[in-house]
């Protein structure tokens, strides 16, 4: 199992980034999949998650209206839309395998800032 993470980046507070998750080496279709956060000094935190058929989602209310988690099972990758990114979404990204923060596999992650 592979999960490799891409997108991060410096924003401007109000900006926006697209995170992508490259995933192989398991039939991508057959599982949830998540994002997950950690910011310096703080526990992880369960950002968004997204069913295998991508039928139901999950946003944390720090993000919800302001993310976008979606999936593409014929290209086997994950992706989180950011906008109306604000300071405190400042954080090291990973995606996982697995429901929020129940998962079984994750990824080396991407930084994520957002200053001006």
């Known amino acids: 199992v592979q999960l490799v993470e891409s997108g991060g980046g410096l924003a401007q507070p109000g900006g926006s980034l697209r995170l992508s998750c490259a995933a192989s080496?398991?039939?991508?279709?057959?599982?949830?999949m998540s994002w997950a956060r950690q910011a310096p000094g703080k526990g992880l935190e369960s950002v968004s998650a997204?069913?295998?058929?991508?039928?139901?989602?999950y946003y944390a209310d720090s993000v919800k209206g302001r993310f976008t988690i979606s999936r593409d099972n014929a290209q086997n990758t994950l992706y989180l839309q950011m906008d109306s990114l604000a300071p405190e979404d400042t954080a090291l990204y990973f995606c996982a395998r697995g429901w929020r923060l129940r998962y079984d596999y994750r990824g080396q992650g991407t930084q994520v800032t957002v200053s001006s």
């Open positions: 080496g398991f039939t991508f279709s057959w599982y949830d």
């Open positions: 997204v069913a295998s058929d991508g039928s139901i989602t």
